[in-house]
């Protein structure tokens, strides 16, 4: 249920709606907007009554949420999220004009393989960097990320070269380690469905940056941001990156057309990852301008200093030049649709 407030309601008329749900054992979320303020409720089993809200002063109506995601749905929230990232110089706000461009390899190697990508991708335009410090691999035998040095190095970067820090997180118990060095904590494709990181990522003064599952309609995607935004974090970036199809010409089908279907059901930002959702070097310049296309708020792109030496992803990487010249398209493409990017 969605309590919709009057525009000239008081302070007091929303505490005193809050208290009343409270007082019913369900949680409030207050959601200010520019003309009023509105209040969703989670927690309840059943359906409420409206009439029990409505005769409380200052409440407009009071909507039953015909969605089962309640706090991700345009129902709740009309006006786009805006999703602010970093602080100081690193300042990045995702799901406004500017698309959010995120680069880097896709794990940290050392010290020098990611000072010389940030370089790389800041000087193309990149206002965020991209680097695994846990990677989820399939194989147990393959690399599997420098743990705590990695985000020791990331936090040398963003000092360094002025970029906000985008890196995974990869279970409950990591995620503190995690947000400590990081900007935006990732919760990569494999943990869609992880509930009980969800509920901790849910509880992080982070952003999060949610990856559709493997196989996750689009249902069970934004069920999977709304167990973030039930713990009290609204501040969820989800992301397209490629679903398992019968098609193998590629690695993932990244379906853009997901673009325009959240946009119309949710208030939150999404960008697309070409790298995994292609998984071939060739394949991921051209999607990347689709997804710009199609009104994506971002990108997440892998860019390696050397890809045939990188240890996990080496053959989806660009090389920094092509990452350059896919920014000098994506500015131009944004261009026609609105958007910017820190090229302009
Ligand atoms: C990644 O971004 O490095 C990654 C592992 O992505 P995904 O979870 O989408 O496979
Ligand atoms: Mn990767």
């Known amino acids: 249920m969605l309590i919709v407030m009057k525009p000239q309601a008081t302070e007091e008329n929303i505490r005193r709606v809050c208290e009343k749900i409270e007082a019913m054992g369900f949680r409030t979320h207050p959601i200010p907007g520019a003309q009023r303020t509105a209040i969703g409720i989670t927690g309840n089993q059943g359906p409420l009554e409206p009439a029990?809200?409505?005769?409380?002063?200052?409440?407009?109506?009071?909507?039953?949420?015909?969605?089962?995601?309640?706090?991700?749905?345009?129902?709740?929230?009309?006006?786009?999220?805006?999703?602010?990232?970093?602080?100081?110089?690193?300042?990045?706000?995702?799901?406004?004009?500017?698309?959010?461009?995120?680069?880097?390899?896709?794990?940290?190697?050392?010290?020098?393989?990611a000072f010389i990508a940030a370089g790389q991708v800041r000087k193309a335009g990149a206002r965020l960097f991209r680097g695994g410090a846990f990677k989820p691999?399939?194989?147990?035998?393959?690399?599997?990320?420098?743990?705590?040095?990695?985000?020791?190095?990331?936090?040398?970067?963003?000092?360094?070269?002025?970029?906000?820090?985008?890196?995974?997180?990869?279970?409950?118990?990591?995620?503190?380690?995690?947000?400590?060095?990081?900007?935006?904590?990732?919760?990569?494709?494999?943990?869609?469905?992880?509930?009980?990181?969800?509920?901790?990522?849910?509880?992080?003064?982070?952003?999060?940056?949610?990856?559709?599952?493997?196989?996750?309609?689009?249902?069970?995607?934004?069920?999977?941001?709304?167990?973030?935004?039930?713990?009290?974090?609204?501040?969820?970036?989800?992301?397209?990156r490629g679903v398992r199809t019968f098609a193998d010409h590629t690695r993932n089908t990244l379906d853009l057309s997901v673009i325009p279907a959240v946009k119309r059901l949710s208030h939150l930002p999404i960008i697309v990852d070409p790298s995994h959702g292609t998984g071939a070097r060739d394949k991921v310049t051209p999607l990347a301008r689709a997804a710009v296309a199609v009104g994506a708020d971002g990108l997440i792109i892998e860019v390696h200093?050397?890809?045939?030496r990188a240890l996990s992803d080496g053959y989806q990487s660009l090389y920094p030049d092509q990452f350059d010249a896919l920014m000098e398209q994506i500015t131009a493409i944004g261009a026609i649709l609105g958007r910017t990017t820190a090229r302009d």
């Open 52 to 113: 029990e809200f409505e005769c409380l002063p200052g409440v407009a109506e009071a909507i039953p949420v015909s969605k089962p995601y309640k706090l991700v749905s345009r129902e709740v929230k009309s006006e786009r999220s805006l999703i602010r990232v970093g602080s100081g110089d690193n300042l990045v706000t995702i799901g406004g004009r500017e698309l959010a461009i995120i680069a880097g390899p896709c794990a940290i190697e050392s010290r020098e393989q």
């Open 137 to 240: 691999r399939t194989s147990p035998y393959s690399f599997q990320g420098l743990g705590k040095e990695a985000l020791e190095i990331l936090a040398e970067v963003r000092r360094q070269f002025g970029l906000a820090i985008v890196t995974e997180t990869i279970d409950p118990e990591n995620c503190a380690l995690v947000e400590e060095y990081a900007d935006v904590l990732q919760i990569g494709a494999r943990n869609m469905q992880n509930f009980s990181l969800l509920k901790r990522a849910g509880r992080s003064p982070r952003p999060v940056l949610l990856k559709r599952g493997l196989s996750a309609t689009l249902e069970e995607f934004l069920m999977a941001a709304e167990y973030i935004l039930s713990e009290g974090n609204y501040n969820v970036i989800l992301c397209e």
């Open 305 to 308: 200093p050397e890809p045939e």
